[in-house]
């Protein structure tokens, strides 16, 4: 599979760290995003087709973008007295989890939370072909009655 980038570093500055964070950083902005793009969907393959199609979901590019700031400040250093490195963090484990909590992706991976309808394209029950029943029983009989009673109950007419 392709590597895909769902975030810019457009997108970084607005919902990463701003552009002075990355004093320090040596790495490659673009080459973090699309690392932080394939982690964001080792969560979502088991419930979406990924890659996703352009526009992205914005809580896509948001988690990618969290989830790459967090490793620009595991490289450049990670200062506890200051707030905005905490406030990094605390995003990281929002979508990662805590001891004992789940976070965003889990949920997003077992279904707790949900993307926008638009970006899936998995297909779900119901979308296949029509249920059909079939029975030793010629027309007109009882059998031929539950089908047309199940039809009727089952499309709602």
């Known amino acids: ?10 997108d970084f500055g607005d919902h990463g760290l701003p552009p002075q964070a990355l004093d320090g950083f040596a790495g490659d902005l673009d080459e973090l995003l699309k690392k932080a793009s394939a982690k964001f969907n ?12 352009v526009p992205y ?8 973008c969290w989830l790459a700031a967090y490793q620009v400040m595991t490289v450049r250093g990670y200062d506890p007295n200051n707030e ?3 406030a990094i963090e605390d995003r990281y484990r929002d979508l990662t989890g805590r001891p004992g909590q789940k976070g965003w992706l889990q949920d997003l991976s077992s279904g707790r939370v949900n993307l926008a309808v638009d970006a899936d394209t998995t297909p779900t029950v119901g979308e296949g072909a029509p ?10 009989g009882i059998a031929e009655y539950d089908r047309w009673r199940f039809d009727r109950n089952f499309w709602g007419n």
């Open 84 to 86: 905005s490195d905490r």
């Open 57 to 64: 979901p914005d809580e896509v590019i948001e988690a990618v």
């Open 1 to 10: 599979m392709a590597s895909v980038q769902y975030a810019t570093a457009g």
């Open 42 to 53: 080792t969560y979502a393959r088991g419930r979406y087709t990924v890659p996703f199609a």
């Open 131 to 140: 249920i059909i029943v079939i029975t030793s029983e010629g027309r007109g």
